[in-house]
């Protein structure tokens, strides 16, 4: 750690980029030393994503100086930078789910016998070598689909460890990883830092940072606006760094945007009884009134999307009821759902929200469109009237309403699917996970948005992992635990201890009552 | 990407096409005159009454293999219905309207089928329309024992050899057809919904888009449009011949629709862009054949012009 610690591994210096014309980088920086994890982070739109672009050779820089290991860094191609020991794991892992482990760590440098053939006893006996390094001990030859999205990752981490990797970039890891996956990954990255691998660590979990990472790189509006070690630097601190806001304003806030709420709750909109879908679900019992905001918490796997989609219509369900404004209400399509007043927003947007080769325009109305037309025909004048009075209500930052969709950030694409549902005036609103891979500022607006909806007398049902966003946001909660309604808390009762026995517990038979977790 | 391959992509195809109009001025003798207009608009107007439907198809992220033989079905019914050997009919015009609405339709109901498949079984479009990509020209083969059919009613190919204002009819059917669809693409629910489905199914079907009647509502027009395309090759020929109608137009059509930017996987779609292929692809098979290159080199080249469509269409993923 003598002179390691002065020379950096890699140092990249007054970068600038610029996507037709529009800068996304001007002057950014970072630098990284041997062995160490630096976490990169900075709103959606800060330059994160192109600055790892760049650096895995997807994207060229226009200017700025780039060093790796002693010498100018000169990827093209993200091949290119993985053989020259930067590697890169992505949001979603880009590995082969239908082939097995080993061929996924081996893809593209297969190990062959001397006729040409492959090696298969060479490359699994490699393949477990790799994943014991990581205290992962799974059968090689399965294929991957069969594997946890944590093993998966682990797969993903190993392959970029045969590389060679002396650096590995990992982009927003853990968002789709439950609690204890989670765990495991830190593990991972603990023993890449002990093999001397450092590490770029890009989330929007705050907590996820201070637990792993050594130095911390905040970017905003395309610079590098502070490098700071990680101890020094408090959680408001980041978060105003970020934002480019000052901590006072911030602190006065609180961290989510949900405000105080339930003033005018009405009758009884939604409610379900028994209901089973598929094998997750067993037996559902949740309910929301006109202007309340209801939260469904759970672990990952207890239910809670699969009981959205069933009240919607998108799934059908084998047992149970669903009574929708005080009638029976089991929808056979989202169609019929729509019609009698209900919206839907998915837990991830890229796989069934936005329809990216269209514009905000048209991804807005994709469900208006019916009640805009005469005869067939799309009454464009009132569709532009109605995206402009969204756009600006809501505060979507866009170029243009005839922007594609796919090319806004993930806060501003979730904002156009809110206006899907909003300008259809809906009764009551599903949202799942509204805010997740969301950047903080985007988030509150988000927040702010729903509780102001819901003043108006909107039912919310909201689905959120995020037991502060449940606890801050909503006016009563269910709690589901492996397909199974096992508690409902109302306003004064939520907490997040609470809600975390209920999901850890809920409904065993020593299980503590509701009054009585509270205090834990 | 660079400007220039923005450029390429965005107007690659409009520049090829006037390329291919000035070479063809430079160099090919006669090719100013309204008689060659007039040959190649003829022939690119069967393609591309074929190469609307396959627009909308594709533009849903499908894709529909049996035009062709749709067409030979419509072809092979047609005369069979006006010269009266299917059933009595009472005079001449009515035997043509209905030797036009009928093989029309049912060329149609063929499309329903494939759309059938394709939506209640969730079967992949491309092997559910291969279904009657085999089985539809057999269909047309056996009503016709595999004989061609030899008529001889002016009345009836009037819509390939009459004229109005100097057009060729075939040309105004093409041209309507390109007109309709186009406004319904731009400016109607169902255009818009189709674009949906093709670029994100999952998405529209939550957005209440009622995914399996607008696809299926996809492969009927593509049935529709191959049984207008059908129609006017047997009334430009007058004869049908079940065995050769359409043959191998299915692969004219989607090099039309790529070449002219619809984005194969659905979700962009653009009709006068598959306008502009559909002429290009023409076009070139005419430049080589009138300077005396054989048609199976044309065919080398047709293939290139795909690969370079693709190529430019690829260019977007950066």
């Known amino acids: 750690m003598d002179t390691a610690s002065q020379v950096p591994l890699l140092s990249m210096q007054g970068i600038d980029k610029s996507f037709g014309g529009v800068p996304a980088l001007t002057g950014a920086s970072l630098e990284v030393a041997p062995a160490e994890v630096m976490a990169l982070i900075g709103q959606n739109g800060a330059g994160k994503s192109t600055m790892i672009k760049i650096l895995n050779g997807a994207v060229a820089s226009d200017g700025g100086a780039i060093t ?453 | 990407m660079s400007d220039i391959s923005v450029f390429l992509k965005r107007w690659g195809a409009v520049l090829a096409l006037v390329l291919l109009i000035l070479f063809n001025l430079a160099f090919t003798p006669h090719f100013a005159t309204t008689q060659t207009l007039a040959i190649n608009l003829t022939q690119v107007a069967v393609v591309m009454v074929v190469g609307v439907g396959m627009t909308l198809v594709i533009a849903t992220g499908g894709i529909d293999l049996s035009v062709g033989s749709l067409m030979a079905i419509a072809g092979a019914l047609s005369p069979m219905i006006f010269t009266g050997q299917l059933f009595p009919v009472p005079n001449l015009y009515v035997g043509i309207a209905l030797g036009i609405v009928l093989p029309v339709m049912v060329a149609g109901m063929f499309g329903y089928f494939n759309g059938w498949l394709i939506t209640r079984f969730s079967i992949q479009p491309i092997i559910a329309t291969l279904v009657l990509f085999i089985a539809g020209r057999g269909i047309a083969q056996v009503w016709t024992n595999g004989d061609l059919q030899v008529f001889k009613v002016p009345e009836f190919q009037q819509i390939a050899i009459g004229r109005l204002l100097g057009v060729p009819f075939q040309v105004w059917i093409m041209a309507v057809i390109v007109i309709a669809a186009t406004w319904t693409l731009r400016k109607t629910v169902f255009g818009r919904q189709v674009l949906a489905i093709g670029g994100n199914e999952a998405a529209a079907r939550l957005a209440g888009v009622p995914v399996a009647r607008v696809k299926t509502i996809v492969y009927v027009v593509s049935g529709v449009c191959s049984g207008i395309a059908g129609l006017i090759v047997i009334a430009m020929n007058s004869a049908a011949d079940a065995n050769l109608i359409g043959l191998g137009i299915e692969l004219d059509a989607i090099a039309a629709v790529a070449v002219g930017g619809t984005l194969l996987t659905g979700g962009r779609a653009t009709i006068l862009g598959t306008l502009i292929g559909a002429l290009i692809i023409q076009l070139v098979r005419y430049t080589l054949l009138a300077n005396g290159v054989p048609d199976s080199a044309a065919l080398i080249v047709k293939a290139g012009l795909i690969i370079l469509a693709v190529w430019l269409q690829r260019q977007d993923r950066a």
């Open chain 1, 68 to 520: 790796f290991a002693g010498a100018p860094w000169t990827a093209n191609s993200p091949q290119a930078a993985q053989r020259g020991g930067i590697s890169t794991i992505f949001q979603e892992i880009n590995l082969i789910a239908f082939r097995s482990v080993t061929e996924n760590i081996y893809l593209g440098r297969e190990i062959k016998s001397r006729f040409g053939f492959l090696d298969w006893r060479a490359m699994h006996e490699g393949a477990r070598g790799l994943l014991a390094r990581f205290d992962v001990f799974v059968d090689v030859r399965e294929p991957l689909m069969n594997f946890s999205t944590a093993i998966r990752q682990m797969v993903a981490i190993a392959r970029a460890v045969s590389f060679e990797a002396r650096l590995v970039i990992m982009d927003e890891p853990t968002s789709s990883l439950d609690e204890a996956e989670v765990q495991i990954l830190f593990q991972t990255i603990r023993q890449l830092k002990a093999q001397g691998v450092a590490v770029v660590f890009v989330s929007h979990k705050l907590d996820e940072l201070y637990a792993v990472c050594d130095r911390v790189t905040i970017m905003r509006d395309g610079r590098t606006v502070a490098v700071a070690n990680m101890a020094d630097m408090g959680k408001l601190q980041l978060v105003a760094a970020m934002l480019g806001r000052d901590l006072a304003e911030i602190r006065k806030a609180g961290s989510t945007a949900f405000g105080e709420g339930g003033q005018a709750i009405g009758g009884e909109l939604l409610a379900t009884s028994g209901l089973a879908v598929g094998r997750r679900v067993q037996s559902a019992d949740i309910a929301v009134r006109s202007g309340e905001i209801v939260g469904l918490a759970g672990l990952l796997g207890s239910g809670r999307s699969e009981t959205a989609r069933a009240v919607f219509g998108a799934e059908p369900h084998r047992a149970g009821e669903v009574r929708f404004a005080g009638r029976k209400a089991d929808f056979a399509s989202p169609r019929e759902a729509i019609a009698a007043g209900l919206g839907f927003c998915t837990e991830d947007r890229k796989i069934d929200g936005i329809v990216p080769e269209m514009s905000v325009r048209e991804n807005m109305t994709l469900a208006l469109l019916p009640a805009l037309a005469r005869s067939g025909i799309v009454d464009e004048a009132r569709q532009a009237e109605i995206v402009k009075r969204f756009i600006t209500e809501i505060g979507i930052k866009c170029s243009s309403p005839e922007q594609k969709i796919r090319e806004l950030s993930g806060g501003n694409q979730q904002k156009v699917l809110l206006a899907r549902w909003l300008c259809m005036d809906p009764k009551l609103l599903i949202l799942d996970e509204p805010t997740r891979g969301i950047d903080v500022g985007a988030k509150a607006e988000i927040q702010r948005l729903i509780r102001s909806f819901a003043e108006r007398g909107l039912g919310v049902l909201m689905i959120s992992s995020e037991l502060e966003e449940i606890v801050e946001g909503a006016d009563r909660v269910f709690v589901l635990r492996e397909g199974r309604t096992v508690e409902e808390f109302d306003k004064d009762q939520i907490s997040e201890s609470a809600l975390m026995n209920a999901m850890a517990h809920g409904g065993d038979a020593d299980a503590t009552s509701p009054k009585g977790a509270a205090f834990v």
